[in-house]
């Protein structure tokens, strides 16, 4: 079993690729990884967001996430090869269903829409704030 440490390393660049190029840079280094993950981590956090509404929109997000984490960081290999069957097997259950799941999709993004517009139209954020003595 790989300990921490392994999971970490770089995943084998090509040589002479851009990654390659980057790794090979004392300083680029370190700021390139932590770019990939944050770029990473922006993407889960954005499918994560998306979880609230229904049907299959927080696995994409997710799916670009973890694939731009695979290529710097050897944790998330795994974990993208999980994920993207989890997201194949969601697809074939939509395409088995296809006007269910566009209903449910397009509700969902409409709830959503009117969600924020009714947040912004009646300004629930300033008013929680007065409520909450913020």
Do not use: N
Not at 21 to 45: D, H, Q, T
Not at 88 to 114: F, I, N, Y
């Amino acid at each position: 079993m790989p300990d921490e440490d392994e999971a970490l390393d770089p995943v084998a660049a090509p040589p002479g690729s851009f990654r390659a190029r980057m790794r090979s840079k004392p300083g680029v280094r370190e700021a390139y990884r932590v770019g990939v993950f944050l770029l990473g981590l922006g993407c889960i956090a954005l499918g994560l967001a998306l979880a609230v509404l229904p049907g299959p929109l927080t696995i994409p997000p997710i799916l670009l996430g973890l694939w731009i984490w695979s290529t710097e960081f050897r944790f998330a290999h795994k974990l993208f090869e999980a994920f993207k069957q989890k997201g194949h097997d969601a697809w074939e259950a939509a395409k088995r269903k296809p006007v269910t799941s566009a209903v449910v999709t397009v509700g969902g993004l409409v709830g959503a829409a009117a969600a924020i517009w009714a947040v912004q139209r009646y300004d629930l954020v300033e008013r929680a704030r007065d409520a909450v003595g913020i």
